[in-house]
């Protein structure tokens, strides 16, 4: 049985609102996302890093675990707005927000 990766990009930002966020997972790139867009990534159980790309710049890395037939959410979007264009020169590791979301309620 796998795991999963929900990424969700979220809508309303001018900055790179053309371009796509690559994700990658452990190290490889899996796929990518664009504003407004939401995407699943199987992995295997385990523990897993997880980062967004773009161009240079990317998203700090996110370190998940992941038990058979477990899934968690990140939400994306820009990391300030557009006129912090020197974020590209100083501060590429932190470019992208990346936010783990808590994990659902189980049970009623």
Known sequence: MAALVRMTRTRGHYR???RAYQVEIDGQRVGSVRPG???DFPVEAGEHGVRL???WCR???RVVRLGDGQWTQFVCS???WF???WKIITNIDDY???E???APPTGC
Do not use: H, Y
Request: a negative charge.
């Open 53 to 55: 790309t773009v161009d």
């Open 96 to 98: 992208i927000r990346l």
């Open 83 to 85: 006129f912090e264009i």
């Open 37 to 39: 867009e939401t995407k």
């Open 100 to 102: 783990q979301m808590p």
């Open 16 to 18: 790179d609102s053309v």
């Open 59 to 61: 998203s700090p890395l």
């Open 78 to 80: 820009p990391n300030g």
